[in-house]
């Protein structure tokens, strides 16, 4: 049995995430399909007699609101009654389709993993209720829930998290339901970093170049430099524009800071002409130090990748563990009767919204029948 609070209603909450895509970097945005259907307690509802007729208006409601939601192609909303242990609650189900906004942290790109969050709020103050995830049934990933395949791989766990936000008149309750897509990474590597780790190496053939003939060895260093610069402006068009450095940025900058460094060296070195011994001696050297640098950058970048993708999973194989555990509980907690059949409620609303056009509701259908 769930405790309820004399004081405050408690609404349960459980979202389904029927469809996510479109998930949009640079706007911080995506699509979702979701079904969510909030619960309360409504003691005069426990002894409902079949084929008794129900308005929902009748009622307290929760006003329930989501906070993320920019724009909206479809929304349909109905009520129904549902009977736990012998407690009745009144349960409002609702199908949403729209966009979603959500903030996006990508200092680990490409080798990130985004939240997509669904904010749940109401326009009552935090004093009067209080959002909860529904444990009698966890919220869920659909079956058929699809997200960029080519792109995105979403993770079989949902998680919640409850807080309050503060408004003009108080606070407002808070209930955060989010399920986690992790970025493909395999584009990035093959097409950008691969391409940038073997330009980055080309400066090391300047050193082929006659230590005596400077201008060609600067000639050949700013072709290379060049050519780093054309790639980077390639790479931007799939690198998103944000006003902090990611994890590949930092890796594009520093493969070109080489080069720089390189072509630098090649105008120290011309500086000791004179002494032809001395020169080649401090040349060799540069060479061989180069060589070990540019092979333990290159190596400390995948130990680094590596490691947060290792960190990255064991945390997402740990969430799904505890998510499934939740799962098997909830299966095995209480039986739920639900008299639906026999408790239609009068209200059944829905509002459909496609472009400008706006569909009557079932429930004006039905009087006018």
């Known amino acids: 049995m769930e405790a309820t609070n004399s004081l405050k209603k408690t609404v ?16 911080e945005q995506f699509d979702g399909d979701v079904y969510f259907r909030a619960r309360w307690r409504e003691p005069k509802l426990d002894n409902l007699k079949e084929n008794q007729p129900v308005d929902h208006r009748n009622f307290w409601n929760p006003a329930i609101q989501i906070r993320n939601k920019v724009s909206e192609k479809f929304s349909k909303t109905w009520y129904e009654v549902l009977t736990i242990n012998g407690e009745a609650y009144l349960v409002q189900k609702s199908r949403q389709i729209g966009t979603f906004a959500e903030r996006l942290e990508l200092h680990d790109f490409p080798f990130d993993s985004q939240p997509l969050n669904v904010c ?38 949902v998680e919640s998290e409850t807080s309050v936000a503060a408004t003009e008149e108080g606070y407002s309750p808070i209930l955060n339901i989010r399920g986690l897509a992790s970025r493909k990474y ?6 950008i970093i691969i391409i940038m780790t073997l330009i980055g190496s080309l400066p090391l ?19 290379l430099a060049l050519t780093g610069v054309s790639f980077r402006f390639m790479a931007n068009q799939s690198i998103p524009k944000i006003p902090y450095q990611t994890l590949l940025d930092r890796y594009l900058l520093v493969s070109m800071l ?19 011994d001395t020169q080649g001696t401090m040349d060799l050297y540069a060479f061989i130090a180069t060589v070990i640098i540019y092979i333990a950058y290159q190596l400390a970048f995948l130990i680094v990748v590596a490691v947060k993708i290792l960190l990255k999973q064991r945390k997402i194989k740990e969430k799904v563990q505890v998510y499934q555990t939740n799962l098997e509980k909830a299966s095995n907690a209480v039986q739920v009767k639900n008299p639906i059949k026999g408790n239609k409620l009068q209200k059944r609303q829905t509002v459909a919204k496609f472009s400008h056009l706006i569909l009557k509701s079932s429930y004006e259908k039905e009087k006018t029948e």
């Open 186 to 191: 395999s584009f990035f590597i093959w097409n």
């Open 258 to 276: 080489f080069n720089y460094l390189v072509c630098i060296w090649h105008i120290i070195v011309s500086r000791f002409e004179d002494d032809s």
């Open 205 to 223: 053939t300047t050193f082929a170049i006659n230590r005596n003939n400077p201008q060609r060895r600067l000639l050949l260093g700013f072709i």
């Open 12 to 27: 349960y909450v459980r979202m389904v995430f029927i469809r996510m895509d479109n998930v949009e970097t640079l706007k």
């Open 120 to 157: 749940f709020t109401s326009s009552l103050p935090e004093s009067e209720l209080e959002l909860v995830p529904d444990t009698v049934k966890p919220s869920e990933i659909g079956v058929s829930c699809y997200i960029h395949a080519q792109e995105w791989d979403l993770e079989p766990f």
